[in-house]
């Protein structure tokens, strides 16, 4: 089992920045990537990034590129999502999730889920 713990998220106004934090713990050597998603009110969740724990790969999702980085520490088995110039569309609760496989945007490819942590981006 893999244990997931998201923490960072509030309340700023729009142009701020937050950063996420997503801590890992449990079979941590069983996770291949560890993405970030995101559900706004009414909406289905979605992509947010993605990051292979080797450091292989990032990706992002287009709404987020060039705004958003997701980076990781291995020491501390914890990753991060920096989130700049936040717009109110950026509104969500976010989610961290582990995959034992080189996962990318898919949610059905990810094995553990956190419980997430508010993000509220007011105008």
């Known amino acids: 089992q893999v244990q997931l713990v998201e923490s960072g998220g509030g309340l700023v106004q729009a142009g701020g920045s937050l950063r996420l934090s997503c801590a890992a713990s449990?079979?941590?050597?069983?996770?291949?990537?560890m993405g970030w998603f995101r559900r706004a009110p009414g909406k289905d969740r979605e992509f947010v990034a993605v990051?292979?724990?080797?450091?292989?790969?990032?990706y992002y999702a287009d709404s987020v590129k060039g705004r958003f980085t997701i980076s990781g520490d291995n020491a501390k088995n914890t990753v991060y999502l920096q989130m700049n110039s936040l717009k109110p569309e950026d509104t969500a609760v976010y989610y961290c999730?582990?995959?034992?496989?080189?996962?990318?945007?898919?949610?059905?490819?990810?094995?553990?889920w956190g419980h997430g942590t508010q993000v509220t981006v007011s105008s």
């Open positions: 999730a582990a995959s034992s496989i080189p996962a990318m945007t898919r949610v059905h490819d990810y094995d553990y």
């Open positions: 449990g079979r941590t050597f069983r996770n291949s990537a």
């Open positions: 990051i292979s724990w080797s450091g292989d790969y990032t």
